[in-house]
C-alpha cells in the first residue's frame, strides 16, 4: 500500500520527530510505500492569502494552491499525520496543509449545499499527536485534533475507512518510561497496518 505521511514539527529532535521515525520504520517494515512529507522541510506554503481564497471554489484551478501535495495525497492509499497539539488544535502549518490540500473537487464536492467526500480511494487513515495537558484537560476543551480524525476527516473518506487516532497526554510531566511505552503503542498499530 502507499502511505502518505505528514509531519508537521519543525524540531529535528523533538519526540514528534521520534515517533514520525517509528511510524515510517513500521509502515515501511510491513512493506509499504511510504510517501514521507515532512512540512517544516518541505516548507509547505501553509498561509491563505487573499487570492488563494478567492480561487478556493474555483475547481479545478484550485490544484495550484498546492498542486505538487494534491497529486501526493491522490497517488496515496493511506494517509498518516503526525503532529503536536499546540493550544489545543494542530500546528499552523498542519492546519494550512488541510486548507490548502483538502480543497473542493480533491477532498470533498459540494452538491446541494452538503460535502460529499471525495478521498474515496484512501483505505486507511491515521493520526499520532502529543498534548502538553492531560486527557482530561484535552477532554474539556473538545479535543479538536481528535475530533479532526473521527469526524471530520470520516466525513471525507466514508463510513467504512479504518481510522486510527493515538494521543499522548501528559509530555508536561511524562517520564522516559511514558514516552518509551507511547513509543512502543505506536509502532504496535503501524507494524500491523
Known amino acids: ?3 502518505m505521511v505528514v509531519f508537521a514539527h519543525p524540531v529535528e529532535t523533538s519526540f514528534n ?3 514520525h521515525k517509528v511510524v515510517v520504520e513500521a509502515l515501511r517494515g510491513r512493506g509499504h510505500e511510504v510517501d514521507d ?5 518541505e516548507s509547505f506554503p501553509a498561509i491563505m492569502s487573499r487570492a488563494d481564497r478567492l480561487l478556493y471554489h474555483d475547481i479545478p484551478a484550485n490544484r495550484a494552491l498546492a498542486k505538487p501535495w494534491i ?5 496515496a492509499q493511506a494517509l498518516v499525520m503526525v503532529f503536536p497539539t499546540w493550544v489545543f488544535a494542530p500546528p499552523a502549518i498542519l492546519k494550512g496543509f488541510l486548507e490548502k490540500v ?3 473537487g480533491v477532498a470533498f464536492e459540494l452538491v446541494d449545499g452538503k460535502v460529499r ?10 493520526g499520532v499527536s502529543t498534548y ?3 486527557r482530561w484537560r484535552a477532554f474539556l476543551a473538545g479535543d479538536p485534533p481528535r475530533k479532526l480524525f473521527s469526524r471530520s476527516l470520516r466525513a471525507y473518506v466514508g463510513p ?6 493515538l494521543g499522548c497526554y501528559d509530555m508536561n510531566r511524562n517520564g522516559k518510561p511514558e514516552v518509551e511505552a507511547f513509543l512502543d503503542r505506536v509502532r504496535a498499530v503501524y507494524a500491523s497496518w
Not at 37 to 41: M, R, T
Not at 71 to 75: G, H, N, S, V
Not at 117 to 126: C, D, E, P
Open 1 to 3: 500500500m502507499r502511505v
Open 17 to 19: 520527530a521520534a515517533i
Open 37 to 41: 512529507c515532512d512540512l517544516y522541510a
Open 71 to 75: 497529486e501526493r495525497l491522490e497517488k
Open 102 to 104: 483538502f480543497v473542493p
Open 117 to 126: 467526500g471525495a478521498l474515496r480511494h484512501l483505505r486507511k487513515v491515521g
Open 132 to 134: 502538553g495537558g492531560t
Open 160 to 165: 467504512g475507512v479504518p481510522i486510527s487516532y
